[in-house]
């Protein structure tokens, strides 16, 4: 089936630096999305991605859809304490049935 | 807080029980989506709703059932437990369901099999 590579699987940082993140594919997607899940709760979308290309923007966070259809990787910069979390990328195929498949994640840690 | 309830929080159970996990859909919402989520296998699909009909499945065991009842609630019922089902459960809910529109998780139910 498809597996989605996400890397790094940790990360350690000081508040104020940069982040980031991407996901690679062996197979194509027609949408990439990024989540970010908090301790004890469900997964919230950050970012969607719907066109091999496409670079978007939410606040300090900034994601990209790769030309290949096979990558996205998400930035964010100047980095605080609350960006703590694990980061899920997501890719979803087309057609009628319907998958959504998630990478392992990445857990963000920001030291103040 | 997505709008998105999932009773019960916690459930902890023998092998070779049978639960059922609940998730009230967001105000409005159509669609319902169940997701797995475990330390080995990370998060993934397992089947969606819309509307009282089952739309698609991902990997679902044949253990395990779900429905979508009149009022668009939704149930997954998990048999025969084992301890690899040992997990977080997530309920999501969308509009319409398509694959375009936004999911928004609940906080999940974590069931431990012992």
């Known amino acids: 089936g498809q597996q989605l590579n996400q890397s790094p699987q940790s990360m350690f940082i000081q508040e104020g630096e940069d982040v980031s993140m991407n996901c690679t594919s062996s197979?194509?997607?027609?949408?990439w999305l990024w989540y970010k899940q908090d301790p004890g709760e469900g997964p919230v979308l950050l970012i969607a991605?719907?066109?091999?290309?496409e670079l978007t923007s939410n606040g300090r966070l900034t994601a990209q859809f790769g030309i290949t259809r096979k990558d996205s990787f998400l930035n964010i910069s100047a980095s605080i304490p609350s960006d703590v979390g694990i980061y899920f990328c997501a890719g979803l195929s087309g057609g009628s049935n319907y998958k959504l498949t998630f990478g392992k994640g990445t857990l963000l840690t920001v030291n103040p | 807080d997505s709008g998105v309830t999932q009773t019960p929080k916690h459930l902890i159970t023998a092998t070779g029980q049978r639960v059922t996990l609940r998730c009230s859909p967001r105000s409005g919402d159509l669609s319902v989506y169940w997701y797995q989520q475990s330390l080995d296998q990370g998060l993934q699909f397992l089947i969606q709703?819309?509307?009282?009909?089952?739309?698609a499945k991902g990997n679902i065991l044949e253990r395990f059932s779900a429905q979508q009842f009149p009022d668009l609630h939704s149930e997954l019922n998990l048999s025969s437990l084992e301890l690899g089902d040992s997990a977080l459960y997530f309920c999501?809910?969308?509009?319409?369901?398509?694959?375009?529109?936004?999911?928004?998780f609940g906080p999940g139910t974590r069931l431990t099999v012992l």
């Open positions: 197979s194509i997607f027609n949408t």
């Open positions: 991605l719907y066109k091999a290309g």
């Open positions: 999501a809910s969308s509009v319409d369901g398509l694959a375009s529109s936004e999911q928004f």
């Open positions: 709703y819309y509307n009282g009909e089952e739309r």
